[in-house]
């Protein structure tokens, strides 16, 4: 079967060594598949979109980098949907060397490439989620958000963005490792008033849909009101294997999340609410 691409992209957060005054910065890369792509997997994809033999398609594509290296190799540059690309050299001669052949240790000659307009259109449509590197011991809690989004847009191309998380709405958590299962009475999602710790609010595995090791999807409890609270997952998933970790284990986010409209000034507290703790049936 041909390779299927789901235009998503994973990113890994690294503790940002370089700026040793701030302690709560990371640096991003793109955790990348675990093979690579060959030409064979292009041709193989390319024939599914055109419904054409694989062989076929595999044979022109052949051609065509042939045909593109050649024309660099040859002094032209190539403008393509897909890349750039400018032959290039460096080096230092003499004058005396001027006549006589290139030495090549000496003189490299390349390629120089950068994305092209369909690559850079791809790219801003891929969906985008964040991940601590290395990863943590048990679930992983990337941040939590409205379910709901509008398309918005960022830099010269449409892109959706999660609405204001309302109380009695749907929310989502994201991250790694999150799947809501295990025997132990602990395990489920724990909503934390930011500013009166006295007031939680429990949200069990069967009120949780779609329940997955990337995203956990819920109705807000309708206690929950406008201000800032904590999020904590406690789960004893232990990965796809189906076994689970003897103890639960728990992950909280280092800062509240906010409840209704965000503004400068922080969250939107409510005073009115009943104290004490709350469990969905």
Same mark, same amino acid.
């Given at each position: ?5 789901? %235009? ?34 292009? +041709? ?16 022109? %594509? @052949? ?56 690559? +850079? ?71 934390? @008033? ?11 595995? +069967? ?38 970790? @003897? ?13 209704? +409209? ?20």
């Amino acid at each position: 079967m041909a390779q299927q691409f789901t %235009l998503d992209l994973n990113l890994k957060a690294y503790p940002n060594t370089l700026t040793t005054d701030v302690d709560d910065d990371y640096t991003v890369k793109v955790e990348t598949q675990s093979t690579s792509l060959t030409l064979d997997d292009i +041709a193989d994809a390319t024939a599914d979109r055109l419904g054409e033999e694989p062989t076929k398609v595999l044979g022109a %594509l @052949k051609v065509a980098m042939e045909v593109m290296a050649d024309a660099v190799a040859s002094g032209f540059c190539i403008s393509t949907p897909f890349c750039y690309a400018q032959p290039m050299a460096s080096g230092v001669v003499m004058e005396s060397e001027l006549s006589l052949p290139v030495d090549r240790e000496r003189v490299k000659v390349y390629a120089s490439l950068r994305q092209g307009p369909v690559l +850079a259109e791809a790219l801003g449509k891929a969906k985008l989620q964040l991940f601590l590197q290395p990863a943590a011991t048990g679930p992983y809690i990337a941040g939590m958000t409205s379910a709901f989004s509008q398309e918005v847009e960022q830099g010269g191309v449409m892109t959706r963005v999660p609405l204001d998380m309302e109380p009695s709405e749907m929310a989502v958590i994201t991250g790694n490792g999150l799947k809501v299962v295990g025997s132990d009475p602990s395990v489920g999602i724990t909503l934390t @008033k930011a500013d009166d710790p006295d007031t939680t609010f429990f949200i069990p595995a +069967a009120k949780i849909s779609p329940n997955t090791p990337k995203k956990l999807q819920f109705s807000l409890p309708a206690g929950v009101t406008e201000g800032e609270w904590l999020v904590k997952v406690t789960t004893q998933y232990a990965g796809s294997s189906g076994t689970l970790t @003897k103890a639960p284990r728990s992950f909280e986010l280092p800062r509240p999340v906010t409840i209704g +409209a965000v503004t400068d000034g922080g969250s939107t507290g409510d005073d009115d609410e009943d104290d004490g703790n709350h469990q969905l049936g």
